[in-house]
């Protein structure tokens, strides 16, 4: 199995030997929360956009064979009622005009839909709750992958023949950036994936809107500390974008494996001093009284 992304392809819904951005999604989901958590991060990543989000299969063919466009499948195999089973949304998508890829999204997985879903032309197989921010990065690296997983499903592809196995391309869990506290993160969070103001942050979270923009500063520095694998990112010229734009891609990226193995090392003081590799001062005026 691969744990690397290693060298991309072309997308496999182009006839051009180049990649185009941005790759177009369609997203099934029963559950509707997490449902329009996906999409908004699928809406926000430069790569990506939506094309439809629907909560049933029935709405999900309607909608694949009345758009042409779309790239990929975004798809919850835990859908109730199971009507029609796995097996035939899965071909019945795959065989539309578009012929787009399948990726599903699992909560448990389950043994059987995993099988169900490389015995019919899926292109990936990921645990919800292991994907989590870097749903966009996954859905890139699945259309240059032969089937992409996340790790807790390594077990089940024991079952696959060897010649199969190695053709398997495992993306890390996603876990946040350790040198972003708790206070940091819920910053970031409510300013840039919740799209607050600063005022607004700093009102939910009792403090002055000065403080919102000198943490959202540090957060930007600290996110340059190199944690997420950026042969995941597929953006070329990503400093031509805001800084905020880069956090957002920076802060979703698959973490290093070998960085994860080793998290307990990031020490506040590197955290705080070294940023890829040189030494920097916190941001002038950032108050050293003010708990992170």
Same mark, same amino acid.
Not at 11 to 21: G, K, P, Q
Not at 123 to 129: A, D, M, P
């Given at each position: 199995?691969?744990?690397?992304?290693?060298?991309?392809? %072309?997308?496999?819904?182009?006839?051009?030997?180049?990649?185009?951005?941005?790759?177009?999604?369609?997203?099934?989901?029963?559950?509707?929360?997490?449902?329009?958590?996906? %999409?908004?991060?699928?809406?926000?990543?430069?790569?990506?956009?939506?094309?439809?989000?629907?909560?049933?299969? &029935?709405?999900?063919?309607?909608?694949?064979?009345?758009?042409?466009?779309?790239?990929?499948?975004?798809?919850?195999?835990?859908?109730?009622?199971?009507?029609?089973?796995?097996?035939?949304?899965?071909?019945?998508?795959?065989?539309?005009?578009?012929?787009?890829?399948?990726?599903?999204?699992?909560?448990?997985?389950?043994?059987?839909?995993?099988?169900?879903?490389?015995?019919?032309?899926?292109?990936?197989?990921?645990?919800?709750?292991?994907?989590?921010?870097?749903?966009?990065? %996954?859905?890139?690296?699945?259309?240059?992958?032969?089937?992409?997983?996340? $790790?807790?499903?390594?077990?089940?592809?024991?079952?696959?023949?060897?010649?199969?196995?190695?053709?398997?391309?495992?993306?890390?869990?996603?876990? $946040?950036?350790?040198?972003?506290?708790?206070?940091?993160?819920?910053?970031? &969070?409510?300013?840039?994936?919740?799209?607050?103001? %600063?005022?607004?942050?700093?009102?939910?979270?009792?403090?002055? $809107? =000065?403080?919102?923009?000198?943490?959202?500063?540090?957060?930007?520095?600290?996110?340059?500390?190199?944690?997420?694998?950026?042969?995941?990112?597929?953006?070329?010229?990503?400093?031509?974008?805001?800084?905020?734009?880069?956090?957002?891609?920076?802060?979703?990226?698959?973490?290093?494996?070998?960085?994860?193995?080793?998290?307990?090392?990031?020490?506040?003081?590197?955290?705080?001093?070294?940023?890829?590799?040189?030494?920097?001062?916190?941001?002038? =005026?950032?108050?050293?009284?003010?708990?992170?």
């Amino acid at each position: 199995m691969k744990e690397n992304p290693g060298k991309q392809t %072309a997308r496999v819904c182009c006839s051009s030997n180049e990649t185009r951005y941005p790759i177009l999604v369609g997203i099934m989901d029963d559950d509707f929360f997490a449902l329009k958590w996906n %999409a908004s991060l699928i809406m926000r990543d430069i790569r990506t956009t939506v094309c439809f989000e629907v909560e049933t299969p &029935t709405e999900l063919i309607d909608k694949v064979y009345q758009d042409p466009r779309v790239d990929l499948i975004l798809l919850d195999v835990e859908y109730q009622p199971q009507r029609p089973e796995l097996s035939k949304l899965i071909t019945r998508i795959t065989n539309s005009p578009a012929k787009p890829a399948v990726v599903c999204l699992s909560q448990y997985g389950d043994q059987d839909d995993f099988i169900t879903a490389v015995q019919n032309g899926a292109r990936g197989f990921l645990i919800k709750n292991e994907v989590r921010m870097e749903i966009c990065f %996954a859905i890139v690296q699945a259309l240059h992958s032969r089937f992409l997983i996340t $790790p807790g499903i390594k077990k089940l592809v024991k079952m696959l023949p060897r010649a199969w196995q190695d053709e398997v391309t495992i993306i890390s869990s996603w876990i $946040p950036h350790p040198c972003l506290t708790s206070q940091l993160q819920r910053v970031f &969070t409510l300013k840039v994936l919740y799209g607050m103001s %600063a005022s607004l942050t700093a009102q939910k979270m009792h403090l002055m $809107p =000065g403080t919102v923009e000198k943490y959202m500063q540090y957060i930007y520095q600290r996110l340059e500390i190199k944690w997420g694998d950026e042969k995941y990112l597929g953006i070329s010229e990503l400093e031509k974008y805001s800084p905020e734009v880069q956090a957002f891609h920076r802060y979703n990226l698959p973490p290093i494996l070998k960085k994860v193995k080793n998290r307990l090392n990031f020490s506040e003081e590197m955290c705080n001093n070294n940023i890829n590799g040189v030494k920097k001062t916190q941001p002038a =005026g950032f108050p050293n009284s003010v708990s992170l």
